[in-house]
Every structure is written in structure tokens, then in C-alpha cells.
């Protein structure tokens, strides 16, 4: 079955730096699209960047020049650098697939991984 794992949450100063990974299983990675989502306390889940199956990239505006998002297919797993963070990043972060589309579309989910970006 489908698995996603998440790592690399923490807590990091205003500015700081931090790496997630999702690491997958169950499925063949490397034909699939993939999207990090995040949700912050009393807020909706909002897409951060997705990577498609060649390897291109899309980033809500605010994230845009501070995250980048990569793809290891050897390795099953997903990679989001995120760059100059600011207190309004944090949020938990959710590894995101699908299948399908429309009434037929299925995600799975990781279990997410906690982001806190505080002095």
C-alpha cells in the first residue's frame, strides 16, 4: 500500500533553514506527481510546491525564491529546502500523491512533520 513518510520538522529561528524529506513506499515513485501541503492552527491545508513526474516545479507565491522542491526517483523520496523561513511557515507539513481525478481522485497522506519558526 501506499506509504509516505515525513522528516526533518523542527524548530528553527526566524531565517533559518530546514530540510523535509518524504519517503516513500508502495508505489513506483518515479510515475507519479508529487505535493507538499501544510496546515497552520485554525487554517485550511494550502499546497506549498509540487514536482511532477519530470521533475518540474510550481510554488504558492508564498514561498516563491525561499523553498526549493526535489525529487531523488533512486532513492523514493521527495525533498523540500526551505530557505529564509519566516514565523508565518509554521505549520505541520504534509507529503501529498493521488490517484485519479475529479469524484474519482484518491490522496494519500503522510503523517506529517511540524515546522515552528520562532525566536
Known amino acids: 500500500q501506499v506509504q509516505l513518510v515525513e522528516s526533518g520538522g523542527g524548530l528553527v529561528q526566524p531565517g533559518g533553514s530546514l530540510r523535509l524529506s518524504c519517503t516513500t513506499s508502495g508505489f513506483t515513485f518515479s510515475r507519479y506527481a508529487m505535493t507538499w501541503y501544510r496546515q497552520a492552527p485554525g487554517k485550511e491545508r494550502e499546497s506549498v510546491a509540487s514536482?511532477?513526474?519530470?521533475?518540474?516545479?510550481n510554488y504558492a507565491d508564498s514561498v516563491k525564491g525561499r523553498f526549493t522542491l526535489s525529487r531523488d526517483n533512486a532513492k523514493n523520496t521527495m525533498y523540500l529546502q526551505m530557505n529564509n523561513l519566516k514565523p508565518e511557515d509554521t505549520a505541520v507539513y504534509y507529503c501529498?500523491?493521488?490517484?485519479?481525478?475529479?469524484?474519482?481522485?484518491?490522496?494519500?497522506w503522510g503523517q506529517g512533520t511540524q515546522v515552528t519558526v520562532s525566536s
Open positions: 501529498n500523491t493521488w490517484r485519479g481525478s475529479g469524484t474519482n481522485r484518491v490522496d494519500y
Open positions: 514536482i511532477t513526474t519530470g521533475g518540474s516545479t
